[in-house]
């Protein structure tokens, strides 16, 4: 199962195929913002498109981009929990390795630690079973947040959870013009990453193929009232990247 669907997918269970992981991103029509796209389970309407232009060369003078080699899965896998943040403990067949090392500023390195811990939160949330959960609400806002919360329920709804490594590669950040805000793009890598039906334990295997491979973009803010706390905004998700796939 793929916990982030590609643009204009939403996220959902893995039943007809790799969508995205279960952290893609979709927008509302209403809302100018929304994230990461998961695979969407069967019925799931996939004709909403994202209106996330604003996320596309919002870029400003700085940019930084994460450093080469692959990080231990093991490490990966936990997270950065802090004190007084929620737990986003995965059980051990749920495997996601971030891959790139962090900016040398300070500020674009916390937004891209919170970014991925968003994207392990919708992970946490799909294991838990929980549209609720505590995780995806304490790293998002707004759009984001609702987006998370929906992704999860058709998760539920589906009756999927996920296994398998899901690998994100190839970060960079860059501020978004004169305000405080970072956007955080990395690619994605779901080939291995599968959905598994919560009650007969059955895993949906895919092939891999152009349709793994997704770029992340999340566009970043930090919390009120602590430097450290980044949320997401807004998040769009491509489906198809081929320059992710070199």
Same mark, same amino acid.
């Given at each position: 199962?793929?916990?982030?669907?590609?643009?204009?997918?939403?996220?959902?269970?893995?039943?007809?195929?790799?969508?995205?992981?279960?952290?893609?991103? !979709?927008?509302?029509?209403?809302?100018?913002?929304?994230?990461?796209?998961?695979?969407?389970?069967?019925?799931?309407?996939?004709?909403?498109?994202?209106?996330?232009?604003?996320?596309?060369?919002?870029g400003g003078a700085r940019r930084h981009q994460g450093g080469g080699g692959p990080a231990s899965a093991g490490a990966?896998? =936990?997270?950065?929990?802090?004190?007084?943040?929620?737990?986003?403990?995965?059980?051990?067949?749920?495997?996601?390795?971030?891959?790139?090392?962090?900016?040398?500023?300070?500020?674009?390195?916390?937004?891209?630690?919170? %970014?991925?811990?968003?994207?392990?939160?919708?992970?946490?949330?799909?294991?838990?079973?929980?549209?609720?959960?505590?995780?995806?609400?304490?790293?998002?806002?707004?759009?984001?947040?609702?987006? %998370?919360?929906?992704?999860? *329920?058709?998760?539920?709804?589906?009756?999927?959870? %996920?296994?398998?490594?899901?690998?994100?590669?190839? %970060?960079?950040?860059?501020?978004?013009?004169?305000?405080?805000?970072?956007?955080?793009?990395?690619?994605?890598?779901?080939?291995?990453?599968?959905?598994?039906?919560? =009650?007969?334990?059955?895993?949906?295997?895919?092939? !891999?193929?152009?349709?793994?491979?997704?770029?992340?973009?999340?566009?970043?803010?930090? /919390?009120?009232? /602590?430097?450290?706390?980044?949320?997401?905004? *807004?998040?769009?998700? *491509?489906? !198809?990247?081929?320059?992710?796939?070199?």
């Open positions: 199962m793929d916990p982030f669907p590609s643009v204009g997918t939403v996220l959902g269970c893995p039943a007809t195929g790799r969508a995205s992981l279960p952290f893609p991103h !979709e927008q509302y029509e209403k809302e100018p913002h929304r994230g990461p796209s998961h695979p969407a389970p069967r019925g799931a309407d996939r004709s909403r498109r994202p209106h996330l232009d604003r996320l596309r060369g919002v990966s896998d =936990k997270g950065k929990e802090k004190e007084g943040r929620p737990s986003l403990k995965l059980p051990g067949d749920v495997q996601l390795a971030f891959e790139s090392s962090p900016p040398s500023d300070s500020g674009h390195a916390a937004a891209l630690a919170d %970014a991925e811990n968003y994207i392990r939160a919708l992970a946490h949330g799909i294991v838990a079973q929980d549209p609720e959960d505590e995780a995806h609400q304490f790293y998002s806002e707004g759009a984001a947040r609702q987006y %998370a919360k929906e992704q999860i *329920q058709q998760w539920v709804d589906g009756e999927w959870t %996920a296994t398998g490594k899901d690998r994100y590669y190839l %970060a960079e950040t860059a501020d978004v013009g004169k305000s405080k805000g970072v956007l955080v793009t990395m690619c994605r890598n779901q080939a291995e990453y599968f959905g598994k039906n919560v =009650k007969t334990g059955k895993v949906e295997r895919t092939e !891999e193929s152009i349709k793994s491979y997704q770029k992340f973009s999340l566009l970043m803010r930090p /919390a009120q009232g /602590a430097d450290e706390h980044w949320v997401v905004q *807004q998040i769009e998700v *491509q489906g !198809e990247v081929k320059e992710c796939k070199g």
